[in-house]
């Protein structure tokens, strides 16, 4: 799985360099930055999507095709 996003050419670059950087430290440091980056992007990631939802939902008016 790890050759298939390092190859793939529309993975993230942030992606690529972020499995680059966990294959050489110890796994525990990585396994503790990976926690660490869910809480923090997860949260962010869910507040602008639901805002994204708010705003589709504000902007909706039924039978005008917006």
Same mark, same amino acid.
């Given at each position: 799985?790890?050759?298939?996003?390092?190859?793939?050419?529309?993975?993230?670059?942030?992606?690529?360099?972020?499995?680059?950087?966990? =294959?050489?430290?110890?796994?525990? #440091? !990585? @396994?503790?930055?990976?926690? *660490?980056?869910?809480? =923090?992007?997860?949260?962010?990631? #869910? !507040? @602008?999507?639901?805002?994204? *939802?708010?705003?589709?939902?504000?902007?909706?008016?039924?039978?005008?095709?917006?």
């Amino acid at each position: 799985m790890i050759d298939f996003v390092m190859t793939h050419p529309h993975m993230g670059s942030w992606l690529k360099d972020a499995v680059r950087a966990t =294959l050489e430290p110890d796994p525990f #440091e !990585a @396994l503790n930055d990976l926690e *660490i980056l869910n809480h =923090l992007i997860r949260v962010r990631c #869910e !507040a @602008l999507a639901a805002g994204a *939802i708010e705003g589709a939902d504000a902007t909706y008016r039924p039978g005008d095709g917006t």
